[in-house]
Each structure stands twice: as C-alpha cells, then as structure tokens.
C-alpha cells in the first residue's frame, strides 16, 4: 500500500477509505455535495450503484450488512429525510456487518432547498457520528466508522458538508483491510422489529449508548490543541478549522464525534478555561447539549445559525459581535444553459398560463428570470402532491391552470407513488403532469437513473425502467411522448387539450440534456469523463 | 510565522475555473507545501458566479480564504472584477484578461490557462513546473494548445 501523499476532496476520500475498509457495495441517490463519493468509489474499482431513492438506498444498505459484511450508503442531508424511516428502526435491529451512511449536509444552500443540520438525526435517532474536517479526516474516519459499526453492531453517520465533500486538501493513505465474506445467519429477534422485539432492542440501543459515550470520553477522536487557560473553544468539522486560524491563542477542543457527545471530556475542558464558547456551523447542537448537562459556556449570538462559518465569522462569534455583516455583492446567478430543451417547455407553459407546482433538479431554475414560471417547490417529487392538493380545492378556473412539472430522475425518485395518488384520489377535473425527461439526473452532474437504461459506471444496465408504461400501467388515462424541440406545435397543443379536459394526462417532454449528450460522445470515445 | 499564500479565482460555471484552481494546486502542491483548495459545485455549475480558493503554504487551516485576504485575485472576466474587489488583501495583485492579448488565443476555451501564465509572472515557480502540471490535467490532444496559452498569459 502506497502511503504517498495525495491531494484529494474529502469526497474521493470517503471512496477511498471506503476501499480501504473492504466495503462491500457502495449505494446513495445522487445529491450535492455528496454525489462524488459514489462516482470515485466506483472509479477506484468498488462496486456502487444508484438507487431510485435514498430510502431505498438505506434499506439495500441495510440488506448488506444483515449479511454481515460493510456497506456505505451516501445521501445529500435532504436525503436522510427520505431515508428516515429505515435510518431510525435500523438503530434498534442493529447491523451485522460495517454499515455507514455518508451525509452531507449544506450550510449555506449552495444547492439546496434548506439548510437543516444532520447532527439532529443522530441524536433523534440514536446513530452515533463522526465528523470529519478535512479529507485526511474523511478517509481516517471513514474507516473508523466501519470499526465503530462492527464493534457495537450500529450503523454509524459520518457527517459531511459542502466545504468537507469538495475542498481539496492533502491525504496520505494507510493500509487496506479485508473483511469476511457475506454469510447470512438467522436472528429473528433482532431483525424483525415487532412491538414484542422492539422494545427491548430500544433499550438495548440505549445501553449501547452509554458505553459509545464512555469510549467517546476516554479514547475519542477529540484532540485538544494549545493550552490558553483564558480562552476555551469547542468545534467540530470545518469550524474547527476555522478556528484554529481565526484565534490562534484559544485552547481548541476539537470534536471528531459528535454524537453521543463525551460530555465528561467537554466538562473537564469547560473547567479548564476562564472563558469558554462553542464554535459550530447550523444549529446549536453542541451548545445546548453543553447547556442541559450544566457546562459553562457563552452562548453563540442567533446570527451565526444561518449560514456557512468562515475565518471571520468565527471571529466575530468569538468576539461576541452582533453588528451587521457586510453582505457580499451578488453576482451573477445559475440559468438554464443556452440550448436546454427545458428552455422551449417553460417559454411555452409560461405562454399558457400555468400554475406550475415544481419540483427539483435543473428545472428549478425556470423560478428565476426570464421565465419565472414555477409556483411551487418544496421536495423531491412534491410537484404532483401539492398539485394534486391544490386541484382537489381550487375552483375550476385555476384548478385547471394547474400542471405539475417534474424531470425524470425525480420522478423515479418520488413521483411513482404522486400518479398512484392521482388515479386512486382523481380531483374533478383531472390532472396533468409534466415529465421534462432530459435522460438524466442532470443538476448533480449527470448521473444515471432507472430510467436511463445504463448504471452508475454508465455501461448498460439491460432494462430500462419505462416512465410511459409505468404511468399507463398505473391507470393515467393519456400519456402523450413530444419532442420539445422539433415538436412544440404537437407539445402545446397537447397541453391545451389535457388542461381543457378532465382526463388525468402524463405529458413525457423528451430530449437529451445536452451536456449529456457531450458526455456520452466522451464515454464511448473511451475519455474520461464522470 | 506561518505564511499562507492565497489565490482566488472568481468567473461564471463553464468557464474553466475548477481547472484552473486544480493544475496551480498540482504546482503548489508538487512543491512540498501544504494546499487546500476550496469550491462550490450544483447550482452554480449552470453560468452562475463562481469562485474558487487555493490556499498554500507551511500549514493551512481553514480551507477558504477570508475576505480581504487574498494575495491574488483571478478573475476570468473583467465584469468579475467588481464584484470579488474585495477579497483583494490590500496590494494584492489583480490578474485579468486584460494583462496580455487574450483576443490572440488559439482557443477562447484556454484563456483560464492564459490567466495562469499572467498570473505566474508574479509567482516564483519555474515555467517547467507549470508545464508538468499543464501535462498531467489534460488529455494529451489539449496540452499543446494549453501550453501555448499560458506562454501566451505570460507574455513570452
């Protein structure tokens, strides 16, 4: 094994400590910042694939390491939302082989709908966590959260974000481990999550708890730097860092896990120093842990809860200082690309009319000028569920005007079970849907789907998944496929007819992105590409 | 002391900056330094502003540069100016199209690589070590048209 030194993002780092830690499959839904891990991890010869959704990501994940060998699942934070309901029970069946799931979180928003903070989860659902602060951090911890996982049979979240997942810093690698086979072995108590063997499971997660915290305290990766008595600070991941610059004479307790907190080390830390203040990035996780358990420490002024932290943001949280920040000059914002068949699709719905309930990927884009043509975002997949919502009460003249525009990895993603809604709970004057289906899951960097017809590594995957004779198989009593370039005449008129009518119609806008289409001439060109 | 250099380039999605942020990272980091380098994908992928920082030095710790820190400012625009000003430390050096004859490029796709040869009059690091960093991050097809923009940038 080459220890040589490499400068790599933390994304290629989890890949590669994954690989290191003998993972098994790695598996996610495609989600910025998070999307590279996957990418790299195949690159590096790992065996990865995409998900139609994080919720089943998490519970092919789950399969594996029932199976008892190491899985990583990778999600944006939004993600963990959808995989959530797997993500709290898989607390209390535990986990067979190494199971981590890699979330990214966004301070900040750079690409995300809200900036909520995973750390939440972690309490929430009692899934102990790791953060790392760089990319040497990333593929260390990578690995210890596989070793965590196995030694008290938990899955384990390493918590990522936006300037962890895509900051180049230097990383040299340590040596590869293997681990056992699969090998299924039955343990109906523990993996069937009836009332009966709930309960004690959830007690048992507890306990296990409390021995996570003691090992947190005693051998944790929390290391202190200097030794001021005046000036304590408590961070984790990239603040820390941020602070290690921004005040260089403070003592720094470095917090490299994050849940269960060792609180006895925080304590001593707190009594160790005259003044003490936790510098962390979205919500107050550490401080009001800090606070319940009677630690002294300043509380961070409201301001600071929005947003990335940076050098001179961590200043100023030191320093107590509430004044007005200078906002930075905006510059230019996103925008459809010239030549987008989206581009074609909004001009003409913004023609008609339409109420658009949105949803998420490059599409979303149509908010901003010159189109300003969507009226509602809010999740993956919720353009058909608010669209429906808002048809069921709306009088005739505007429930008519609503359309719900999705694109096609979406779709696969959570519009399958909003046209199941649709046919069973039909609004009076029926519904349509539009799928802007560009052929891949475009805004994080054209990804496949199950609808591409080809796997992550963009090789065939054999059957494709038919968004037409899904809906038609669903009961959708018009699905019409138009070409939004070359058929805008048949695409409106289609519109017009599926508006005035009560039918429920799938209206299937279907054109290559056009980067894709670069993108795939590269591939088979035998070029590297993504 | 612990003397950090910090580089940032600011223009919009597409126009190479992730590139170019990437082959002065090789360099620097070739050298022996300490490099963390800093950017933001997704959205702004699609012609929105974006910038990138590449910190080097002994030891490095925050991964981005902060506001009026920046001992050079790259700017792939001059529409970029104005708004990244002010993360110009103060006697900064400002790197723009306008320092050589951008309209004499071969490729108008290459003018981020132009920017690294204006930029490296400033810098001392051999035209050999770009050169090896300029070789490793393209395909074998662009180097020479890539090499050819940055003597460009720097004027020779």
């Given amino acids: 094994m080459s220890n040589e030194r490499k400068l790599m993002s933390g994304n290629e780092a989890v890949a590669l400590g994954a690989m290191h830690a003998g993972c098994a499959l790695g598996v996610g839904y495609p989600g910025t910042p998070s999307t590279e891990i996957l990418e790299n991890y195949s690159k590096l010869g790992g065996k990865a694939q995409w998900s139609p959704n994080e919720k089943v990501a998490a519970e092919v994940g789950i399969g594996v390491a029932f199976s008892g060998t190491r899985t990583l699942v990778t999600m944006k934070h939004v993600g963990l939302n959808v995989a959530a309901d797997p993500f709290f029970t898989v607390a209390y069946t535990g986990v067979t082989g190494g199971m981590v799931m890699a979330v990214a979180d966004d301070p900040g928003m750079a690409s995300s709908q809200n900036e909520q903070d995973s750390r939440n989860y972690a309490r929430a659902a009692g899934v102990p966590m790791l953060e790392p602060a760089d990319s040497q951090e990333a593929y260390e911890m990578t690995k210890l959260a596989f070793e965590l996982s196995e030694r008290w049979n938990q899955p384990v979240i390493l918590r990522l974000c936006t300037r962890v997942c895509h900051s180049k810093t230097i990383v040299v690698p340590g040596e590869s481990t293997s681990v056992p086979p699969a090998n299924y072995e039955r343990d109906i108590k523990q993996r069937v999550m009836i009332p009966a063997y709930a309960r004690p499971a959830h007690k048992v997660l507890r306990g296990k708890l409390v021995e996570m915290e003691a090992w947190n305290n005693a051998e944790g990766p929390n290391p202190i730097f200097g030794d001021s008595s005046k000036l304590g600070i408590i961070a984790d991941g990239v603040a820390a860092l941020h602070a290690l610059e921004a005040v260089p004479d403070a003592k720094i307790l470095k917090l490299g896990m994050v849940y269960p907190l060792p609180m006895k080390a925080i304590l001593e830390f707190i009594d160790s120093v005259d003044d003490c203040i936790v510098v962390e990035e979205g919500d107050p996780f550490i401080q009001t842990e800090v606070l319940a358990a009677g630690g002294k420490v300043r509380p961070r002024l409201e301001r600071y809860r929005f947003g990335e932290l940076d050098v001179v943001r961590v200043k100023r949280i030191v320093d107590g200082d509430d004044s007005e920040e200078p906002a930075p000059p905006r510059g230019k914002p996103p925008q459809l690309c010239d030549g987008c068949p989206h581009r074609a699709s909004f001009d003409m719905l913004k023609k008609l009319g339409c109420i658009i309930t949105g949803d998420i990927g490059c599409y979303t884009l149509s908010v901003l000028p010159p189109f300003e043509t969507m009226d509602t975002c809010v999740c993956m997949g919720a353009s058909i569920g608010v669209g429906l919502g808002m048809r069921h009460v709306l009088p005739e003249e505007q429930a008519r005007k609503i359309v719900s525009v999705i694109g096609d990895s979406t779709f696969v993603h959570s519009g399958l079970t909003g046209v199941a809604d649709m046919v069973y709970n039909r609004p009076e004057t029926g519904h349509v849907i539009v799928i802007l289906d560009n052929g891949t899951t475009a805004m994080t960097g054209l990804q496949e789907h199950p609808g591409t017809g080809k796997k992550l590594d963009h090789h065939p995957s054999g059957k494709t998944v038919s968004l037409e004779n899904t809906c038609e198989a669903m009961g959708v009593d018009k699905v019409v496929i138009v070409d939004p370039q070359r058929e805008m005449d048949q695409f409106e008129q289609a519109m017009k007819e599926a508006m005035a009518s009560n039918d429920l119609t799938v209206v299937i806008a279907r054109r290559p992105c056009i980067l894709a289409i670069v993108r795939d001439a590269k591939f088979e060109r035998g070029e590297k590409v993504r | ?156």
Avoid at chain 2, 50 to 70: C, H, N, Q, W
Avoid at chain 2, 140 to 145: D, G, I, S, T, Y
């Fill in chain 2, 1 to 156: 002391m612990n003397k950090v250099t910090n580089v940032k380039f600011a223009g919009l999605g597409g126009q190479g900056i992730l590139t170019c942020t990437d082959i002065l990272g090789r360099v620097v980091f070739d050298m022996g330094n300490d490099v963390k380098k800093a950017e933001v994908h997704g959205m702004s992928q699609r012609g929105g502003a974006i910038t990138s920082d590449l910190r080097y030095g002994e030891k490095v710790f925050s991964p981005m540069i902060p506001v009026g820190e920046a001992n050079y400012l790259v700017v792939l625009g001059e529409d970029q100016i104005e708004p990244n000003q002010h993360h110009l430390k103060e006697n900064g050096i400002l790197v723009k199209p306008s320092d050589f004859e951008a309209d004499k490029l071969e490729n108008k796709r290459t003018l981020n690589v132009a920017l690294l040869g204006a930029l490296s009059k400033h810098m001392d690091i051999s035209v050999e070590q770009w050169m090896e960093a300029i070789r490793q991050q393209f395909p074998e097809r662009l180097v020479a048209v890539n090499e050819k923009a940055f003597m460009l940038g720097r004027g020779e």
